[in-house]
């Protein structure tokens, strides 16, 4: 039981570049979520998913895309990298009574 | 709307000492309560959580009470180790639309041997 998994674990971009992040959970979990977090900040919501088909924005979405076309996957694109895009980012899912089980991260820089 | 506040940090505590963070919330009707906890370069994990008023939920030594009342899911524990040092986040699900967690800022904790 892997849980939640993230790739890339680091990633640096030049401002314009695209890239996903990819997310996997193997719980069966419907809920899904991408955080980002900024240093010595807290989390800020970026996507979320209740289901297959589903997404809605968080509390900062732009500059960002999602899709979750099967229960497990949730990826997060970036279309244009821009230096405020600099952050880790949280991969997390959960099942219907709220606690939320976390990947650890990806860390991307963009120069 | 809903909000977690918790205490700002560093909060950097000898080894042994007693440890308390402080957290409240705003939430209209009965929230569950967590507490995360994020070690250096990790994601964050729960620590342990609490459903309604009056819960107590505990885990490695951690406490936190969910009290109605003073609305209020402070973090305690009686001695701290090294180990523990780590930035801690309070969090509550509404009651409704529970998918949407509000997590606090989180409080840097440093332990020193």
């Known amino acids: 039981n892997a849980g939640v998994t993230q790739t890339p674990k680091f990633r640096i971009l030049k401002i314009g570049q695209s890239m996903t992040l990819q997310c996997t959970q193997d719980?069966?979990?419907?809920?899904m979520y991408w955080y980002r977090q900024d240093p010595g900040m807290g989390l800020k919501l970026i996507y979320y998913?209740?289901?297959?088909?589903?997404?809605d924005k968080g509390e900062v979405p732009n500059g960002y895309n999602v899709s979750r076309s099967t229960t497990e996957d949730f990826p997060l694109r970036l279309e244009l990298a821009a230096p405020s895009q600099t952050s880790v980012y949280f991969c997390?899912?959960?099942?219907?009574?709220?606690?939320?089980?976390f990947g650890p991260g990806t860390r991307l820089t963009v120069l | 709307g809903n909000s977690v506040t918790q205490m700002e940090g560093p909060v950097t505590l000898s080894e042994e000492a007693f440890l308390t963070i402080n957290c409240t919330y705003t939430?209209?009707?009965?929230?569950?309560l967590f507490w995360y906890v994020q070690y250096p370069g990790e994601g964050l994990q729960l620590l342990l959580k609490a459903t309604k008023a009056d819960d107590k939920g505990s885990n490695k030594g951690f406490e936190a009470t969910y009290r109605k009342e003073t609305t209020s899911f402070h973090l305690e524990k009686g001695s701290v180790q090294v180990s523990d040092s780590a930035v801690y986040f309070c969090a509550l699900s509404p009651q409704t639309g529970g998918f949407k967690t509000i997590f606090g800022a989180g409080t840097r904790l440093f332990v020193k041997a």
């Open positions: 719980m069966n979990h419907n809920y």
């Open positions: 939430a209209t009707g009965y929230p569950s």
């Open positions: 998913s209740v289901g297959a088909g589903i997404t």
């Open positions: 997390a899912s959960s099942p219907e009574n709220y606690e939320q089980f």
